[in-house]
């Protein structure tokens, strides 16, 4: 291939040709000792290391780097990687026509090394203008698997899913809020590696497979997020699952009192799950080998310690900094009070993301239109088939919510008032009626707004707000992932 034809430009003013690329890429492999191989799209470098010896890293060892300038290699990645710790592989994506295709995944030798580059290189700078992302990278080796039949029980399962894929190494099942001899409709399968779980879902996942005689859902369960042992030692609250609809807060905090009384600060339940707060670390830690597996009003209970929230969410970081949320933070329209000029509202960005793909910098829903040709083949479909990412409104979030949990829709109530210059002001109160046994009821926000539109959205994204983290962490656990637990966001 002529140089003129391949030639691109490295952002710097000078332009390199692909035997400029080639020369640059082996005097990285000749300096570092490290070899390179291109495979299935990607370009090893690495993995193992020269003289590696044993197993390959832990899971946590891996980061993934987004915004990559597509015309920048190993030879100039791999340097600035290593600032962080010694690289175990480098994996840069690649194109067809050469270029990479904006982003790699980089091993460390150890999760310290991980942590670190995720520290100093998240947002770096990497050309004039151009900054790069990093963040963690876990090999998912668990799928999803809904629409299971509810009376089927865990070895059931296992058994069937073992006739049907290749790699099965566990299953897990969690029991029905309402019936402990049921299930809740789904299951997580896991696998021994991420590639047995690719395979499987490659097998399971074009919608005709059946179980049991019922088609079955599958996807990706979401990861469990890795939190720093340094975070993980100052929790001293407690995560509580597979608890009674009836058994109440009081009940809770009586049966941990019973192993020391006295230590128990208090007890924050929804649905059949809680989070117990502890004065103390250490009488956490006891409580949690004490009462794990223990019985509350019949049931087996599961207790572990609750992982603390994502700080890099904004929603969230109310709940960290203990703070009350409030409503301007929601809609993006100053407060009457606040004596600014008004603005064009514009819909805060949900940190709910309902289908369990959350990032920290979530990219806005696309909202356009398309050409209806004609001959278009429309299919009826049901809204609750859709995916949450599908939905721009908080309202509608919010159903999809509860429809996911198997409650019932949520109930608005409109209230309405008078302003001092005689304008009618709206605000909503809304009950979720499958949560309305516990210590809040229902979520009104602390604004009124002048449009009923407006006013239902606001109190949507207030519940939501309420609901998210705390329900959003279990309906990991009984949607997408039964391993992230967040704290308690309702203290003040």
């Known amino acids: 291939?002529?140089?003129?034809?391949?030639?691109?430009?490295?952002?710097?003013?000078?332009?390199?040709?692909?035997?400029?690329?080639?020369?640059?890429?082996?005097?990285?492999?000749?300096?570092?000792?490290?070899?390179?191989?291109?495979?299935?799209?990607?370009?090893?470098?690495?993995?193992?290391?020269?003289?590696?010896?044993?197993p390959p890293p832990p899971r946590g060892c891996e980061v993934f780097v987004g915004k990559i300038p597509r015309d920048m290699y190993e030879d100039e990645l791999v340097p600035i990687f290593e600032r962080a710790g010694k690289i175990y592989e480098f994996r840069l994506m690649m194109e067809f026509s050469g270029e990479?295709?904006?982003?790699?995944?980089?091993?460390?030798?150890?999760?310290?090394?991980?942590?670190?580059?995720?520290?100093?290189?998240?947002?770096?700078?990497?050309?004039?203008?151009?900054?790069?992302?990093?963040?963690?990278?876990?090999?998912?080796?668990?799928?999803?698997?809904?629409?299971?039949?509810?009376?089927?029980k865990k070895q059931e399962i296992l058994n069937e899913m073992k006739k049907v894929t290749e790699g099965v190494v566990d299953v897990i099942v969690y029991p029905n809020a309402t019936d402990k001899?049921?299930?809740?409709?789904?299951?997580f399968v896991e696998y021994e590696s991420h590639r047995a779980a690719a395979m499987a879902r490659r097998r399971l996942i074009p919608g005709t497979f059946q179980l049991w005689?019922?088609?079955?859902?599958?996807?990706?369960?979401?990861?469990?997020?890795?939190?720093?042992?340094?975070?993980?030692?100052?929790?001293?609250?407690?995560?509580?699952?597979?608890?009674?609809?009836?058994?109440?807060?009081?009940?809770?905090?009586?049966?941990?009192?019973?192993?020391?009384?006295?230590?128990?600060?208090?007890?924050?339940?929804?649905?059949?799950?809680?989070?117990?707060?502890?004065?103390?670390?250490?009488?956490?830690?006891a409580a949690m080998s004490v009462m794990n597996g223990r019985c509350i009003d019949g049931a087996s209970i599961e207790v572990t310690l609750a992982k603390p929230i994502n700080k890099e969410s904004t929603?969230?970081?109310?709940?960290?900094?203990?703070?009350?949320?409030?409503?301007?933070?929601?809609l993006g329209f100053p407060s009457k009070e606040d004596g600014h000029q008004k603005s064009a509202w514009k819909q805060a960005n949900l940190s709910v993301r309902l289908n369990g793909q959350h990032s920290p910098s979530p990219p806005e829903v696309e909202r356009c239109t398309y050409p209806f040709l004609p001959g278009t083949k429309l299919t009826p479909i049901s809204m609750y088939s859709l995916k949450s990412s599908h939905f721009s409104s908080a309202v509608m979030h919010?159903?999809?919510?509860?429809?996911?949990?198997?409650?019932?829709?949520?109930?608005?109530?409109?209230?309405?008032?008078?302003?001092?210059?005689?304008?009618?002001?709206?605000?909503?109160?809304?009950?979720?009626?499958?949560?309305?046994?516990?210590?809040?009821?229902?979520?009104?926000?602390?604004?009124?707004?002048?449009?009923?539109?407006?006013?239902?959205?606001?109190?949507?994204?207030?519940?939501?707000?309420?609901?998210?983290?705390?329900?959003?962490?279990?309906?990991q656990s009984s949607w997408r992932n039964p391993g992230i637990i967040l704290t308690d966001p309702g203290t003040r």
């Open 315 to 330: 929603w969230k970081q109310h709940f960290n900094d203990q703070i009350s949320p409030s409503s301007e933070s929601l």
């Open 181 to 187: 001899t049921k299930n809740r409709g789904f299951a």
């Open 213 to 285: 005689g019922h088609t079955i859902q599958v996807d990706w369960a979401d990861p469990e997020k890795e939190v720093d042992e340094e975070t993980m030692q100052r929790v001293k609250v407690l995560y509580v699952r597979n608890l009674m609809l009836s058994t109440t807060e009081d009940t809770i905090k009586a049966e941990f009192n019973k192993f020391k009384p006295g230590v128990v600060e208090r007890v924050k339940k929804l649905r059949d799950y809680a989070f117990v707060h502890f004065f103390n670390r250490e009488d956490a830690v």
């Open 1 to 54: 291939m002529h140089e003129e034809n391949t030639a691109a430009t490295n952002g710097c003013g000078k332009t390199r040709s692909s035997t400029q690329n080639e020369a640059a890429l082996l005097a990285l492999m000749e300096k570092t000792g490290y070899s390179m191989v291109q495979e299935n799209g990607q370009r090893k470098f690495g993995g193992p290391p020269p003289g590696w010896e044993g």
């Open 398 to 475: 919010l159903d999809y919510f509860c429809y996911k949990n198997n409650w019932v829709p949520p109930e608005y109530y409109l209230y309405s008032t008078t302003s001092q210059d005689g304008k009618i002001l709206l605000v909503y109160k809304v009950l979720v009626p499958s949560i309305a046994y516990g210590s809040q009821s229902y979520f009104m926000p602390d604004k009124l707004c002048t449009t009923l539109e407006d006013a239902k959205e606001l109190a949507a994204q207030l519940t939501l707000l309420h609901l998210g983290p705390l329900e959003r962490a279990v309906q």
């Open 100 to 152: 990479n295709r904006g982003y790699a995944f980089v091993m460390y030798t150890a999760k310290e090394e991980a942590q670190l580059a995720i520290k100093i290189l998240n947002n770096y700078e990497i050309r004039p203008g151009k900054f790069i992302g990093v963040c963690v990278s876990l090999d998912n080796c668990r799928l999803f698997i809904g629409a299971i039949p509810k009376e089927k």
